[in-house]
C-alpha cells in the first residue's frame, strides 16, 4: 500500500452532478498531481501543484476544478461531465516538483474510477 | 513532442519464461526514464529508476537496461510467476521540463499463465 490514498474509489455521476475527488499523501511531499488514464490511452498529466500553487494545468476542460488547500491534500471538482470524461483519474505525490528536483520519484495512489452516465 | 511507445501491447507467456518488455521514446533529451507496475483497477507501483548516465538498474528478478541515444529502455523480467500478470508502464522525465513530469508509454500487458 502507497502512501497516497484516494477516495472514492469508485464514482457513477449523471452529467448534471456535482461532486469531488480527494487525495492525501502521507509522505511529507510538497508537489501533487492529477491524471487522467482513459483505455487504450498513455496517462495523460492534468494539474500540477508545488507547495500549494498550481504550476500547470494542461490544457484541461473548466468542468474540472483543483484545489490544494495545503501540501496533503488535493481535490479534483467536477461538475456538468461529459461521457467521454469517464475514466481511471490518478493522483501522485513527490518531494517537490522544482527544478531542483529532477530526479524526484512520484508515488501514486489507488486511483478512482469515474463513470458519467 | 516526446512520445513513448512500448511494444508489444499486450503478451502472454507460460509461467517460467524469461521476457523482454520494450520501450521507445522520440526525444533522447531525458533525465531519467522509469518503469511502472499496474494491476487492475490499481494505481501505479514504482518497479526501476534509470538516470540519463546509467546503462541498467536491477531489482531482484528485474533488470530495465537504457540506451539513450537510440531511445529505446528494455524491461527484463527472469523465470516469470502468475503474480507478475500485470500491466507495466514506461514513463520519461524530460530534460526541458521542470520538476517531476512524466510522458507515458501506454503500457505492455502481461499475463503469465500458471
Known amino acids: 500500500e502507497t502512501g497516497v490514498t484516494q477516495t472514492p474509489r469508485h464514482l457513477v455521476m449523471g452529467m448534471t452532478n456535482k461532486k469531488s475527488l480527494k487525495c492525501e499523501q502521507h509522505l511529507g511531499h510538497n508537489a501533487m498531481y492529477w491524471y487522467k488514464q482513459s483505455a487504450k490511452k498513455p496517462l495523460e498529466l492534468m494539474f500540477v501543484y508545488n507547495f500549494k500553487e498550481q504550476t500547470e494545468n494542461n490544457s484541461v476542460p473548466s468542468r474540472f476544478s483543483p484545489e490544494c488547500p495545503n501540501s496533503s491534500h488535493l481535490f479534483l471538482h467536477l461538475h456538468t461531465l461529459q461521457p467521454e470524461d469517464s475514466a481511471l483519474y490518478l493522483c501522485?505525490?513527490?518531494?517537490?516538483?522544482?527544478?531542483?528536483?529532477?530526479?524526484?520519484?512520484?508515488?501514486f495512489g489507488p486511483g478512482t474510477r469515474l463513470t458519467v452516465l | 513532442k516526446q512520445e513513448v511507445t512500448q511494444i508489444p501491447a499486450a503478451l502472454s507467456v507460460p509461467e517460467g519464461e524469461n521476457l523482454v518488455l520494450n520501450c521507445s521514446f522520440t526525444d533522447s533529451a531525458i533525465y531519467n526514464l522509469q518503469w511502472f507496475r499496474q494491476d487492475p483497477g490499481k494505481g501505479l507501483t514504482s518497479l526501476l529508476l534509470i538516470q540519463s548516465s546509467q546503462r541498467e538498474q536491477t531489482s531482484g528478478r528485474l533488470n530495465a537496461s537504457l540506451d539513450k541515444s537510440s531511445g529505446r529502455s528494455t524491461l527484463y523480467i527472469a523465470a516469470s510467476q502468475p503474480g507478475d500478470s500485470a500491466t507495466y508502464l514506461c514513463a520519461v522525465r524530460l530534460r526541458e521540463t521542470s520538476g517531476s513530469r512524466l510522458t507515458f508509454g501506454e503500457g505492455t500487458q502481461l499475463t503469465v499463465n500458471p
Open positions: 501522485a505525490s513527490s518531494q517537490d516538483d522544482s527544478g531542483r528536483a529532477r530526479y524526484n520519484e512520484q508515488f
